[in-house]
């Protein structure tokens, strides 16, 4: 009984503690299709979609926070702002560096 117990415990701890690393690799991968895709002339470069995006009406004002995320599958940055205290996700078409959504 304590032997079945004792598995059970130490077997949910290990595929807890496996679950953060699939997701940092699903980001790995994302940022390596990025870094490919920018490269191939595919993606708007990050730098200068950022520079474009900052200079947009209301973004402007807006604190760029950093830490963009890329979604490879849909070709998509999502951009974090700070507006006064709140915070703001800006999707990028990284294609075409067009604005295709925000929360909130």
């Known amino acids: 009984?304590?032997?079945?117990?004792?598995?059970?415990?130490?077997?949910?701890?290990?595929l807890s503690a496996a679950t953060p690393a699939?997701?940092?690799g699903d980001r790995d991968r994302d940022q390596d299709n990025m870094r490919d895709a920018a490269a191939q002339g595919q993606v708007i470069p990050l730098g200068k979609l950022i520079a474009e995006v900052?200079?947009?009406?209301?973004?402007?004002?807006?604190?760029?926070?950093?830490?963009?995320q890329f979604d490879s599958g849909r070709m998509i940055y999502a951009l974090k702002f700070m507006d006064g205290s709140q915070v703001v996700?800006?999707?990028?078409?990284?294609?075409s560096g067009r604005i295709v959504g925000r929360k909130p």
């Open 22 to 24: 699939l997701a940092r």
């Open 89 to 95: 996700v800006v999707y990028v078409d990284a294609r």
């Open 54 to 68: 900052r200079s947009r009406p209301p973004y402007n004002d807006m604190t760029y926070l950093g830490g963009p």
């Open 1 to 14: 009984m304590i032997r079945t117990l004792t598995f059970s415990l130490v077997s949910g701890l290990l």
